[in-house]
């Protein structure tokens, strides 16, 4: 049998668990946020992606109930949230420095939220066991944070503000602080503990391989809109503009004009050399300009031209970035502009084919580009 995909936003029948419903937020002159509609469903892991000061964390805070919008309504199961205060919204936030009570243990900053609470003493001994469990702390419920290490203190947080089970946890940059093999072994633990609790998480980062990793969608974000939301398999083959594929791994973009040729276009990109070929389902205009985005990946590198492919260019290598288990090549081509292509690292560096100035050929499939109109 197959495994039935996570996809809520594509059922009709689903009903979001948070509205933004033309969400405007202004701080004098500045908008911060710009009339943002979307929708955000239960059990989702959702990432806020985009560079500083793009309105993420305005957009968490909004959810939170540190601020009120300016404009519009955002809905938390199908209730306004606007009049609620932040204590009593069924939302939870962890902030990047984790906030942890220096004075208190383990057990007892776990416990804190539920003691505030007015929970019985067993009620509150259940639970605080149950989240030091999940978070797989058992062993320094008696410690205080400074005698614990930063990725043992984040999971300390985490438990702490899933102890109250709230409907949804914010997240602001919540491995920031982590080392990057830490950072990696805490992504896999954030959706493990996601998936467990069925909890809706909301993730706020600028580090678009940890959104890529986490979400179920990411929201790529540029000057408080959102650009595209969508499963990160989408984000990264199929990018709505240049900005998010260019802000999503790596990618080379080459401008020309389109005209139409077989199934798709032909880009026109330098005075003087052959066209490339995009078989991409898009509508351009006859001579309009358009944009070929190519991840390194799709590019293979050869040092004859291949017979089979109609996109074939050559070119000089001018850098190489190595990184251990793959090899980038920044290749010039005609027009003087740079291409990247991936190749693995299956041999020796002392057995390698290419190297700096080599004149080498750059060739990729009919299907392999993304044609984009901005």
Not at 279 to 304: M, N, Q, W, Y
Request: include cysteine; hydrophobic fraction near 40%; proline fraction near 5%.
């Amino acid at each position: 049998m197959g495994q039935t995909v996570f996809e809520p936003w594509n059922d009709p029948h689903e009903k979001p668990l948070i509205q933004f419903r033309n969400v405007t937020k202004r701080f004098g002159d500045f908008t911060a946020i710009d009339n943002q509609t979307f929708d955000i469903y239960a059990q989702e892991f959702f990432a806020l992606l985009g560079p500083s000061g793009c309105g993420k964390t305005t957009m968490m805070r909004m959810l939170a109930g540190f601020e009120a919008p300016t404009e519009g309504t955002i809905l938390l199961g199908g209730q306004d949230i606007a009049p609620i205060p932040p204590n009593k919204r069924a939302v939870n936030m962890m902030f990047q420095s984790y906030a942890l009570f220096p004075h208190l243990s383990v057990w007892d900053n776990i416990a804190f939220g539920l003691r505030r609470d007015r929970m019985s003493k067993d009620a509150v001994a259940a639970r605080v066991e149950e989240m030091l469990k999940l978070t797989r702390l058992e062993q320094f419920a008696a410690r205080k944070p400074h005698q614990i290490s930063g990725g043992q203190r984040q999971r300390v947080a985490l438990a702490r503000s899933l102890a109250k089970a709230p409907k949804l946890l914010l997240l602001d940059e919540p491995l920031g602080a982590l080392d990057a093999k830490l950072r990696q072994a805490t992504q896999f633990e954030l959706m493990d503990i996601q998936e467990k609790t069925g909890t809706t998480f909301v993730i706020v980062t600028h580090d678009q391989e940890e959104a890529m990793t986490v979400a179920s969608r990411v929201a790529v974000m540029d000057e408080g809109r959102i650009v595209q939301a969508d499963t990160p398999a989408r984000i990264y083959e199929n990018p709505s503009t240049t900005y998010v594929a260019d802000f999503i791994g790596d990618v080379t973009i080459l401008t020309g004009r389109a005209a139409r040729a077989d199934a798709g276009y032909d880009v026109h990109y330098a005075e003087g050399a052959a066209p490339l070929h995009a078989a991409f389902d898009i509508d351009l205009a006859e001579g309009e300009t358009c944009h070929l985005a190519l991840r390194p990946e799709k590019v293979s590198i050869t040092a004859e031209r291949p017979e089979d492919r109609r996109n074939a260019v050559q070119g000089k290598i001018i850098d190489i970035a190595y990184l251990g288990n793959l090899s980038t090549y920044h290749v010039e081509i005609a027009g003087g502009r740079m291409v990247k292509a991936q190749a693995a690292n299956t041999r020796r560096l002392s057995r390698r084919d290419f190297t700096w100035e080599d004149t080498v050929w750059l060739s990729w499939s009919d299907t392999a580009a993304v044609l984009l109109r901005e």
